[in-house]
């Protein structure tokens, strides 16, 4: 497993930016895959966009595709999320997360064994 720590989160008017960064510790971040997902309050934890351990292949969901991209660098240990365009229905507290199958890419949160803390994102209308 490795340690997580995102940062990044924060209040934000609707069409406006936010960029979440997920920092790693551990030789071994190369190797994962690395995702996010979110939760809403009342609202069960989901998926929102996943990268191979190479950065070749990347995941998203259908409400955000085309508004956030998933990007991460191996030499600094980070995975980094930029949402752009936000919506009101983008506020959730958003979590990274490592998946030691780092060839693939799931979008259910059994594919990763290691998760941050969250940090909260709230886009104001």
């Known amino acids: 497993q490795v340690q997580l720590v995102e940062s990044g989160g924060g209040l934000v008017q609707a069409g406006g930016s936010l960029r979440l960064s997920c920092a790693a510790s551990?030789?071994?971040?190369?190797?994962?895959?690395m995702a996010w997902f979110r939760q809403a309050p009342g609202k069960e934890r989901e998926f929102v966009s996943a990268?191979?351990?190479?950065?070749?292949?990347?995941v998203y969901a259908d409400s955000v595709r085309g508004r956030f991209t998933i990007s991460r660098d191996n030499a600094k240990n980070t995975a980094y999320l930029q949402m752009n365009s936000l919506k009101t229905e983008d506020t959730a507290v958003y979590y990274c997360?490592?998946?030691?199958?780092?060839?693939?890419?799931?979008?259910?949160?059994?594919?990763?064994?290691?998760w941050g803390q969250g940090t909260q994102v709230t886009v104001s209308s």
């Open positions: 997360a490592a998946g030691p199958s780092g060839r693939y890419v799931y979008t259910q949160t059994v594919g990763y064994d290691s």
């Open positions: 551990g030789r071994t971040f190369s190797t994962y895959a």
């Open positions: 990268i191979t351990w190479n950065g070749v292949t990347t």
